[in-house]
């Protein structure tokens, strides 16, 4: 992983990965995208950590891809770039919980790694837009289709087809964001301990438990209802639920151990 792009922090069981190319936005170059990639998947399989945080900078997020890189990218090259896993799907896919904290600009390939994300905490200042319309394309990682389903079809087409942003208090009312930070300077502190709170509930409950939710947007009812028995089955199988009843019945905080 390059460190210069994505600043690593692993403390009390919350990873926190800082994108860190704020020459140009955090703009989403390749090396950017590849230094994410891996630092997700890393910290997807180390067992000390519950819950990852994506963070940006007090006044951006990331301002999408990289229009420089974009404008010299022929057909044949944006095929290929297509290829294999994206750094949209790499974070979806992540069963660890991911939380994005968002501050100032979140645009285009940012709003939709912010989107990737499980829950989004944002400060006051936070800016949420696809302004891929203006430059003559579409979002490409996603944007389309999950905002769609967050903030449903008629907000999603009006900021697609026309790039308006939106700010921190109409996210907050459309269902996009978990929590508004009033406070500038502690909308990191307070996505890292939402992220801690996840962290110290069992390990493979909350994966279950993030997969059980994600499969609501995939799955017919009936489907997911049954997904979501299985996944309850394999959850009473474990340890730390018999832990986690012993503890609640003996008035102490369970120790769980991820098994
Ligand atoms: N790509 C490449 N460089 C970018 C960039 C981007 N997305 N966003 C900002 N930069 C660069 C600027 O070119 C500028 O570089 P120079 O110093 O070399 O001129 C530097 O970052 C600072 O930018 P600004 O002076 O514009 O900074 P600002 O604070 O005034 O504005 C901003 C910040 C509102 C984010 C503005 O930079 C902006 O609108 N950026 C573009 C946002 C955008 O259109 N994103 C969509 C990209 S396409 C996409 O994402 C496709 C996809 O889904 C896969």
């Given at each position: 992983?390059?460190?210069?792009?994505?600043?690593?922090?692993?403390?009390?069981?919350?990873?926190?990965?800082?994108?860190?190319?704020?020459?140009?936005?955090?703009?989403?170059?390749?090396?950017?995208?590849?230094?994410?990639?891996?630092?997700?998947?890393?910290?997807?399989?180390?067992?000390?950590?519950?819950c990852?945080?994506?963070?940006?900078?007090?006044?951006?997020?990331?301002?999408?891809?990289?229009?420089?890189?974009?404008?010299?990218?022929?057909?044949?090259?944006?095929?290929?770039?297509?290829?294999?896993?994206?750094?949209?799907?790499?974070?979806?896919?992540?069963?660890?919980?991911?939380?994005?904290?968002?501050?100032?600009?979140?645009?285009?390939?940012?709003?939709?790694?912010?989107?990737?994300?499980?829950?989004?905490?944002?400060?006051?200042?936070?800016?949420?837009?696809?302004?891929?319309?203006?430059?003559?394309i579409?979002?490409?990682?996603?944007?389309?289709?999950?905002?769609?389903?967050?903030?449903?079809?008629?907000?999603?087409?009006?900021?697609?087809?026309?790039?308006?942003?939106?700010?921190?208090?109409?996210?907050?009312?459309?269902?996009?964001?978990?929590?508004?930070?009033?406070?500038?300077?502690?909308?990191?502190?307070?996505?890292?301990?939402?992220?801690?709170?996840?962290a110290?509930?069992?390990?493979?409950?909350?994966?279950?438990?993030?997969q059980?939710?994600?499969?609501?947007?995939?799955?017919?009812?009936?489907?997911?209802?049954?997904?979501?028995r299985?996944?309850?089955?394999?959850?009473?199988?474990?340890?730390?639920?018999?832990?986690?009843?012993?503890?609640?019945?003996?008035?102490?905080?369970?120790?769980?151990?991820?098994?």
């Amino acid at each position: 992983m390059d460190e210069q792009l994505v600043i690593q922090t692993v403390d009390e069981g919350v990873a926190t990965l800082q994108l860190n190319r704020p020459e140009a936005r955090n703009a989403l170059s390749d090396e950017l995208r590849v230094a994410l990639m891996g630092a997700v998947e890393a910290c997807d399989a180390n067992p000390d950590v519950g819950c990852i945080v994506i963070a940006g900078g007090d006044d951006y997020f990331a301002a999408g891809a990289d229009i420089k890189a974009l404008r010299d990218r022929d057909l044949v090259a944006t095929l290929d770039s297509g290829r294999g896993r994206n750094l949209w799907q790499a974070v979806a896919s992540c069963q660890t919980p991911i939380v994005a904290a968002v501050s100032g600009y979140a645009l285009g390939g940012g709003f939709e790694l912010a989107l990737a994300c499980d829950m989004i905490v944002a400060s006051e200042t936070a800016e949420f837009g696809t302004p891929e319309i203006t430059l003559g394309i579409i979002p490409g990682g996603g944007g389309t289709q999950r905002l769609a389903r967050v903030i449903g079809k008629q907000r999603a087409m009006e900021m697609v087809l026309t790039g308006k942003r939106i700010n921190a208090t109409e996210a907050l009312a459309f269902g996009l964001v978990n929590q508004v930070v009033g406070k500038r300077d502690d909308w990191r502190a307070a996505a890292v301990e939402l992220a801690r709170v996840v962290a110290r509930r069992a390990p493979v409950a909350v994966r279950m438990a993030k997969q059980a939710v994600l499969a609501a947007e995939e799955t017919p009812l009936s489907a997911g209802l049954a997904h979501e028995r299985r996944l309850f089955e394999i959850a009473m199988a474990t340890e730390d639920r018999v832990e986690g009843m012993n503890a609640f019945i003996e008035k102490r905080r369970p120790q769980f151990k991820g098994r």
